[in-house]
């Protein structure tokens, strides 16, 4: 789900079970496997590959720690079309409902409680950055989106979030939004 990373490990042979939810990001379900690992080993009774002597040079010798992304180098890439070709509402079936808003002249996306400001790409296609705003700026990283267009009409006729595991969201319509507090 969007906003969780999860895990579960299974051992049918010796009964465990071991579920795993963290918010924030997990780069290639480093923390997750990690802290299953451990689990697993003191259920077990096994020593622990990871103990107080390795914990402050962790994830070293095994493995380099995660780099983090760089943030993008956002610029002001103007639109190609009109702003109202982006607004609407978009369903995804698992996900649910976005709403990209025109907001004084700027596109935002509004996700329950997250708002998204939407900057241009460079870009031949309709991408844009998705910017976290307000206290999802500090729990979600800039991530990209593409809107998609019908081949015929050329019109907008959905979205695909890269945040949202590589989904698709259909355009339903050009509803208001409903109201949102900020978070």
């Known amino acids: 789900m969007f906003g969780y990373s999860t895990m579960m490990t299974l051992f049918p042979q010796t009964k465990l079970g071991i579920f795993i939810a963290m918010t924030g990001e997990d780069d290639k379900d480093f923390f997750r496997t ?3 690992s451990y689990i697993a080993d003191i259920y077990h009774k096994e020593t622990p590959w990871l103990n107080s002597t390795l914990l402050c ?3 070293l010798p095994w493995k380099a720690a995660p780099v983090p992304k760089p943030e993008p180098v956002i610029t002001e890439v103007p639109l ?6 982006f607004v609407g509402q978009y369903v995804n079936n698992l996900y649910g409902t976005v709403y990209v808003v025109d907001n004084m002249g700027q596109l935002e996306l ?3 409680f997250v708002k998204f400001i939407l900057k241009r790409k460079e870009s031949s296609k309709p991408r844009f950055y998705m910017i976290p705003t307000g206290a999802a700026e500090h729990l979600i990283d800039i991530d990209t989106l593409k809107f998609s267009e019908q081949r ?3 019109l907008i006729d959905g979205v695909n979030i890269d945040k949202f595991e590589d989904s698709d969201f259909k355009k339903v319509g050009v509803p208001a939004p409903p109201s949102v507090p900020t978070i």
């Open 80 to 85: 190609t079309r009109p702003i109202s070709d």
């Open 110 to 112: 509004h996700y329950g």
């Open 34 to 36: 990690t802290l299953s």
């Open 57 to 59: 040079a962790f994830p």
């Open 152 to 154: 015929i009409t050329n």
